[in-house]
């Protein structure tokens, strides 16, 4: 992933369809764009979504550690 200077990162919580699962996004919120998610990038839902922000907290702050400026929020879709 390239890194873009003053890129801010947040996580944002999705409620799958079916199955009925919720995933996280990382999202760039300068322009929206989804950075990666549990779901389309490993297939890894959630039976919560306390479960599923903790999970993406861990990873916004293990991107964060390669420079990208993060901030741990949580927006639900």
């Known amino acids: 992933m390239d890194t873009h200077q ?3 990162l947040t996580v944002r ?3 799958l369809g079916e ?5 996280w996004e990382i ?8 950075v990666e998610s549990s779901w389309a990038t490993d ?3 959630y039976k919560s979504s306390p ?3 903790r999970a993406g907290i861990m990873r916004l ?3 964060a ?3 990208r400026r993060a901030q741990p929020s949580r927006t639900d879709s």
């Open 61 to 63: 702050a293990a991107l």
């Open 43 to 45: 297939w890894t839902g």
């Open 27 to 34: 999202v760039d919120t300068a322009d929206g764009a989804i």
């Open 51 to 53: 479960e599923a922000l």
């Open 13 to 15: 919580l999705v409620l």
């Open 65 to 67: 550690g390669g420079g």
């Open 6 to 8: 003053g890129e801010q």
């Open 19 to 23: 199955p009925s699962l919720w995933c």
